[in-house]
């Protein structure tokens, strides 16, 4: 099941008897977690029929004797084990048992964060059949401009896709964050509006002109000057621009720069599927296939790679503040 069934299922009522949520991304775990614990019961009858436990507090006996419990106020009794990856899951027999007949008045979730349980194990077979697994899996980097652009969407509003890719840049793939952040722009601006690049340096504080995307924008047009402001920038505030952050940015680019020269249909469409962009970068990944031969991007791979190995000390000699290093890197694509 999709988290969206999910969801629906859950604001009808329609409950399964255990919820194991569980993955490295932890946005999707919370959402269903707190969908359940927010729409089931009332405040009236949480008092009584809700119990909250986290795993490294409690113990599969203590667990199954009061999932076995009848609700006292309600249809239903609800059991939120948080932090679930703290339990001593090698103890889980009485576990087992229970879910091999599980109450159907009692709705048990697990919250497992930060990792996965064993698919080979009994115990996660046992939890297919009695109920609802959720896998979340953390997103790919290049995936999360196209996350928000959904998610927007979804919403009933409006992001440009530049908008889109620069809250990506600078925000990575912590889902929860974005989804803070999403917040925020849906508060501040008007639903009717289209969300620009400036509605993000406004509401998120991410600076439209000086941020990594203009930085591979400009190599991309080989726009030295434009390149070296905004290194000079990055290079007066690095805590807002950290040099591995950078340095990774500028790698991803050109290896789509790179996958671009050897794409057999560059028509926007096939093309943007292909590097997993939006339609309307693909101009911009066409002009720096222009600009960089293979030759020259397998050149400039290899000295971002190296910048990288110096910026994080290996083979670096005498210490060169990372402002310096990043205009060395520059000035070697530029050239």
């Not at 009061?66 to 059991?79: E, F, H, L, N």
């Not at 996958?259 to 057999?264: A, F, G, R, S």
């Not at 005498?318 to 990043?326: A, D, I, M, V, Y």
Request: with cysteine.
């Amino acid at each position: 099941m999709d988290i969206q069934s999910i969801l629906a299922d859950i604001k009808k009522k329609k409950l399964a008897p255990v919820y194991f949520l569980h993955g490295e991304e932890s946005y999707y775990i919370d959402i269903v977690c707190d969908a359940i614990e927010h729409t089931v019961l009332d405040d009236a009858q949480k008092g009584f029929d809700q119990t909250i436990v986290y795993g490294k507090d409690t113990d599969f006996s203590s667990l199954v004797s009061t999932a076995k419990r009848y609700p006292m106020m309600s249809d239903y009794q609800v059991i939120l084990v948080k932090e679930a990856q703290n339990m001593r899951w090698k103890d889980d027999a009485l576990l087992q048992q229970y879910l091999l007949q599980p109450l159907p008045s009692t709705v048990l979730v697990f919250s497992y964060k930060y990792g996965k349980l064993d698919k080979r194990r009994k115990v996660f077979n046992l939890i297919q059949k009695a109920g609802v697994v959720v896998e979340s899996n953390k997103l790919y980097e290049d995936k999360v401009a196209g996350w928000i652009y959904d998610q927007m969407l979804s919403k009933g509003r409006k992001i440009h896709p530049q908008a889109a890719a620069l809250m990506a840049e600078y925000l990575g793939a912590d889902l929860s964050k974005i989804a803070g952040e999403i917040e925020k722009l849906e508060l501040n601006i008007d639903k009717q509006q289209e969300i620009t690049v400036h509605d993000i340096e406004a509401n998120i504080g991410i600076s439209k002109d000086f941020n990594v995307f203009e930085l591979n924008s400009a190599l991309a047009k080989r726009d030295r000057t434009k390149a070296l402001r905004i290194v000079h920038y990055f290079a007066a505030n690095p805590k807002s621009n950290p040099i591995p952050v950078v340095i990774a940015s500028l790698g991803g680019y050109f290896i789509k720069v790179l996958k671009y020269h050897y794409l057999p249909d560059k028509k926007a469409s096939e093309a943007a599927k292909a590097l997993g962009v939006h339609p309307f970068f693909v101009k911009e990944y066409e002009l720096a296939a222009r600009h960089f031969n293979r030759r020259k991007l397998f050149d400039v791979i290899r000295q971002i790679k190296d910048y990288d190995l110096k910026s994080k000390g290996v083979d670096a000699g005498p210490f060169t503040p990372s402002g310096e290093l990043l205009t060395e890197l520059v000035f070697k694509i530029l050239h």
